[in-house]
């Protein structure tokens, strides 16, 4: 069979966390600490708005672009959150989901023999869209010691006259990490001076602890060179309703759409309506939850600190990202032996990259009573190295 399959399908791994989580799957009373999924409900006045809109009959399709009243609310968003100004009529598409939004992005974006740029310990999405597009991925390893901000000489020293791309996430998944406004000055001018484009996956922005999340798109001569991404899931915690969006100059969105267009023709109604709720009055919602999840951050920090486990104090998104280099194990072994002997459930670095060896990635979207169990077995677990 396979002679019959794509090769280029063929050739993609399978996401390091899912066949992570099949083994976990089968065993009983795990701890998970590896789903990067938020434990709270969906706000119920999101909620209520979704289900009224149900109730009203409301569940045809809407426009391939997305509700207008929902593009509206996001260009509203952008514009009190972050300063950025989008057409809510020509720069702006509702996806399914941030990933959707990635992918039609590289799609739109690639020729075949592209480059894209892709930082390194990252979301497991980025390097297969890019090879089903039709590009060659081209990693960086970001370090710690830098606390896994992307430098300037970096990216320089990874582009090429093929280079068509960067993707940029930050607050990032797997670590952490987050980039201030001089970080990415310094990667904008660089961008800008080698003629490259940005898919900036901001999915965390709003789970952000020091300070204010900015956007490279804020930059001057930045918005007509990024494609700015982000959704619902996260911040409101809306996962199941698979809704995202991606904002940019009309040129490129236009493409975007006619790739959505065939291939999904439009978002679901339902989650829409909801999400026009979330963006008008949600605000309160992503405090009491920031302020949740930023409690589990120091909680974490404070427990590896005791156990003597080095971990660099990252400042956005909900994860943390130890490093167990010194007990000369690997990730995945580490991550292995610690659920069969504490049946307690991470994610090995590896999973992100190969630049990931020697961490592991823990999330904190999990109640702080699961946690203490957790840090408690991981204390015990780890005298016996």
Known sequence: MKHRLSEKTLSIKPSGIRKFFDLVAEKKDVISLGVGEPDFDTPWHVREEGIYSLEKGKTFYTSNSGLKDLRIEICNYLDRRYNLHYDPLSEVLVTVGGSEAIDLALRALINEGDEVIIPEPCYVSYKPCAILADAKPVTIDLKAENDFRLTAKELIDAITDKTKVLILAFPNNPTGAIMEMKDLEEIAKVVKEKDIYVISDEIYA??????????????????????????????????????????????????????????????????????????????????????????????????????????????????????????????????????????????????????????????????????EIAMEKLAMFIKTL
């Open 206 to 371: 709003e789970l952000t602890y020091d300070g204010k999340h900015h956007s490279i798109a804020e930059i001057d001569g930045m918005k007509e060179r990024t494609i700015l991404i982000n959704g619902f899931s996260k911040a409101y915690a809306m996962t199941g309703w698979r809704l995202g969006y991606a904002c940019g100059v009309n040129e490129i969105i236009k493409q975007m759409t006619k790739i959505h267009q065939f291939a999904i023709m439009c978002a679901p109604t339902t989650s829409q309506y909801a999400a026009v709720e979330a963006l008008k009055n949600g605000d309160e919602d992503i405090e009491m939850m920031k302020e949740s999840y930023n409690q589990r951050r120091r909680f974490l920090l404070n427990s590896f600190k005791e156990m003597g486990i080095p971990c660099f104090e990252p400042f956005g998104a909900f994860y943390v990202f130890p490093c167990i280099k010194k007990f000369n194990m690997t990730s995945e072994d580490f991550a292995m032996k610690f659920l069969e002997k504490e049946n307690v459930a991470v994610v090995p670095g590896t999973a992100f990259g190969d630049s990931g060896e020697g961490f592991l990635r823990i999330s904190y979207a999990y109640s702080i009573e699961k946690l």
